[in-house]
């Protein structure tokens, strides 16, 4: 109900946003000729003839090629075969005698920081896996929901790999910061210290955050259906552990050696017409990327049945088959969510609400005189509230960029330092909106564990991440001004700040 309450507030607030001339300049920066050319962007009527047609003829196009919609069904399949099977069941048996509560806690926030270099994806496999790992290990799922989510948005800007969007954002900083130095040239890895200190950090105060103030207020639940049991391993299960690691093992190592170049016959799922190696396996046109999900649901797939083999929890291909769908039992009220969420994502998109409200956020920048520490803090500011009307970095970046690097650079600030500042803004606020395609995930998969037989709201689950975006603001706001008054290096062959 609340996604069809913000539909209906998006066309409306469309409506009359149009007929108040709402618009706003863009400014863009040739890549060849470096000049700038102007675009009048103004608000899109969904109320109109020709925003009513959008919306009732586009409208089962943009739920079919819903990027949560696919990709949660085939990575469902892969988890369900594994916690069928019994092989998380067991892995994290193992896991949890061995490992204090907040450790494990711990561990799956630093991985769901750390896993912004596998893109979108993460949204759908982390979540659920979190929420049986909690499970088995005695704790209330939501928690593990909660966190996970937490350490996926407010790690969203955290890269310590160089990534494609990484890729996709310096060659938009480099761009504008030719129009001041014609000669400019940014190094790949020119921040990772800075990032890499952000990481550690940030996933030791958020553990700490879910441990004193999330867990708390979800409580204990009971394991109504699989008790884990205090043994050691048997035969069995010792067996399919070593057939899950040694199929998986093969499985890997083939992976691997196709996406490294230059060897015989290797390199297959790479776009060999790009330049560097992250926009050969991230780009477009690469099959490791399009390909992706598929290679993760079958890894997924291949633990859950040798395990199943070696520990004889899967004695024909009928239990297989029965496995396969475990995980999409009773999701129908979950694809109607994702329907709904669709629907307001793409006439969110097509009023160009955000696109303008970041244009005038941008355009503060040409008319302060902030220097220094101020300017620093209103570009985080700035970056974290354009964040909750535009998720996508590239196309926020694209917009903010040709103001304020040149800005930044008159001011004595190197563009690197710009662009850090710029991904920790967006890291506080990233969770907070629904206008964020794979926010419906984390809302749904709260809903699917929820045993009390209560609805979680948006709202509701937007107020368990309120807290995580308030001490990530402050922590990486204090990591930012420290950086800067010290003039430490951000990186590798980087720049240092001042």
Not at 42 to 65: C, H, R
Not at 192 to 201: G, H, K, R, W
Not at 204 to 213: F, I, N
Not at 286 to 309: H, K, Q
Request: glycine residues 8%; proline residues 3%; neutral net charge.
């Amino acid at each position: 109900m609340t996604f069809i309450i913000l539909i209906a507030v998006t066309c409306v607030l469309s409506g009359i946003l149009n007929l108040l001339d709402f618009e706003t300049e863009i400014y863009h920066v040739n890549s060849t000729t470096l000049e700038y050319s102007r675009e009048l962007v103004s608000v899109e009527n969904l109320l109109s003839i020709e925003g009513l047609k959008y919306i009732f003829s586009d409208t089962v196009a943009n739920f079919v090629s819903f990027a949560p919609l696919s990709t949660l069904i085939i990575i469902l399949i892969g988890i369900g075969v594994m916690e069928k099977s019994g092989f998380l069941k067991t892995v994290i048996r193992c896991i949890s005698k061995r490992m204090k509560k907040n450790t494990v806690t711990f561990l799956i926030i630093f991985v769901s920081i750390c896993a912004s270099v596998f893109g979108d994806l993460t949204y759908i496999a982390l979540l659920p896996i979190s929420a049986l790992i909690f499970k088995y290990g005695k704790r209330n799922p939501l928690i593990g929901i909660v966190a996970a989510f937490a350490g996926l948005t407010c790690g969203q800007g955290l890269s310590v790999i160089f990534t494609s969007v990484d890729s996709s954002l310096l060659s938009l900083s480099l761009v504008s910061a030719r129009v001041i130095d014609v000669g400019y040239r940014m190094a790949s890895i020119s921040g990772v210290f800075i990032m890499l200190v952000a990481v550690l950090v940030l996933a030791g105060v958020l553990t700490s955050v879910t441990e004193r103030y999330i867990a708390p207020r979800f409580g204990k639940i009971e394991n109504e259906e699989e008790e884990i049991e205090e043994r050691p391993l048997n035969k069995a299960e010792t067996r399919g552990l070593v057939f899950a690691g040694l199929a998986s093992a093969i499985y890997v190592l083939i992976f691997l050696y196709n996406i490294i170049p230059g060897l015989p016959f290797s390199g297959n799922l790479l776009d060999n017409s790009q330049i560097l190696y992250v926009d050969k396996l991230f780009s477009y046109n690469s099959f490791f990327s399009n390909g992706f999900v598929f290679i993760v649901t079958m890894f997924f797939v291949i633990l859950g049945l040798f395990y199943g083999l070696g520990a004889k929890k899967i004695k024909n291909h009928k239990e297989f088959i029965e496995m396969l769908g475990h995980s999409l039992d009773g999701i129908g009220r979950t694809l109607v969510l994702i329907f709904f969420a669709s629907v307001f994502v793409s006439l969110f998109r097509k009023s160009n609400i955000g696109t303008i409200a970041v244009g005038y956020l941008t355009n503060i920048f040409q008319v302060v005189n902030f220097e220094g520490l101020p300017l620093i803090l209103l570009l985080f500011i700035v970056s974290l509230i354009a964040t909750i009307v535009m998720p996508s970095s590239v196309n926020k970046w694209a917009i903010m960029s040709p103001v304020v690097v040149p800005v930044f650079m008159n001011a004595g600030i190197s563009p690197e330092f710009v662009q850090i500042i710029f991904r920790f803004g967006e890291s506080v606020t990233m969770g907070l909106t629904p206008v964020m395609a794979y926010f419906v995930i984390y809302l749904a998969m709260l809903n699917i564990y929820e045993k009390d037989g209560n609805t979680i709201g948006l709202f509701q689950s937007i107020r368990f991440q309120v807290v995580y975006a308030i001490v990530t603001a402050v922590t990486l706001a204090i990591l930012l001004i420290l950086w800067y008054i010290i003039g430490l290096p951000l990186g590798i062959n980087g720049l240092t700040v001042l």
